[in-house]
């Protein structure tokens, strides 16, 4: 019987793959890895790239991950992917924007987020309003 | 009593606000579909991803990540409060903040501060009206939600309690009982506690690239941001069945208000017809 081990690959938002698969390859951050069964047990992050995944008998699949983790164990290997591109600095950016809305939020207090809404769409009624009126009267 | 004509234009009235909520309770139907969809399918990743942590925790790694140690002194805490951004869901928003505040409140007795991280519109009107320690808020994440949309917020508060700045870290969300049922639940993120399981009895030594530090944090990073995605995941599907809940009873209680005009509405006409009738008569006797 040939040898073969489980993959698993699953992203944040959904299930990409799962099945029984003869090798992979992966691209861990300290250069491309390909797993084999039985291959010794390894927790690796990866980075964006391709990962193949040969089955017997059928042709290569090819999945693009944007990063995440792999982790193998002697007859079954999950790959954690990321949906999302990620770096470091990238982070950072999104977590000062966070902030920033927060603190946007809590200055517009006074000025209530509901009323300012409601009143531009009161605006808005009142301009569709006078036009149609305008063109009721160009009929007549 | 009211005349015919004002009648006949309240049933029509109310007849365009059932149309309304009808078509309301059928997107939401719908949508309630899509999201438990989305739902069971946010799974597999935690699930797998709780896996490995636990293989991590058993192979002693020399290496303590900040995530799992516990800190001692509670001085201040942590609240992600997942809301939604559009009412007409009944109770369900109101709920949640009554579970977040009765939370809040056991802390304050205890002179624990709190900072707030805020997900949803309803969330930030309502909180920013009686807190000021709103560290992070995102809102207008539409029905499919990204990841991506959810990972600065999520690095505020987890940053936060790497720097000690806070102790614990909750997360305030609605659980999908079923579609009549969602239950307001507060869940403890952080400290991370990892589950003892028989299963994992056996362990590996693994082999860590580039290092066991560098790899656990990407892991209990993304673990934590995949529990809060689940989570908001899990509270649309509750905003979906809730508005469809509540948009059903609208439209029943519109059906029953129509029903009640029309009877109104007859009378009054049957009224008028014998009014004029009895006018003609007597005016014919008169003459």
Redesign the interface.
Known sequence: MAMTLHL?V??????IFSGTVSAVFAP???GDVGIYPRH??????LRPGELKIEVEGQEDQYLYVSGG?L?V??HVV?V?S?????AEDL?????????Q??ED??KD?KGD??AAKAQAELVRAAEQLRMIQRMRKQRR | MPGEKEIRTQIASIKNTQKITKAMEMVAASKMRKAQDRMSATRPYSQKMLNVIGHLAHARSEYKHPFLIEHPEVRRVGFIIVSTDRGLCGGLNINTFKSALKAMQAWQEKHVEIDLCLIGAKGTAFFKRISDNIVAQVSNLGDTIRISELIGTVKTMLDAYTQGTIDRLFLVENEFVNTMTQRPKVLTLLPLVPEENDALQHHWDYIYEPDAKAVLDELLTRYIESIVYQGVVENVACEMAARMIAMKSASDNAGELIAELQLAYNKARQAAITQEISEIVGGAAAV
Do not use: Y
Not at chain 1, 10 to 15: D, F, I, L, M, T
Not at chain 1, 40 to 45: A, D, I, K
Not at chain 1, 91 to 99: G, N, Q, S, T
């Open positions: 698993d699953v992203s944040a938002e959904k299930e861990a951050k300290m010794t047990p390894l927790v690796t992050s983790i982790e164990q002697p999950t954690l990321d949906t999302a591109i990620r982070d950072e950016a999104k977590a000062l924007e966070a902030k809305r927060a939020a809590l207090r987020l509901d």
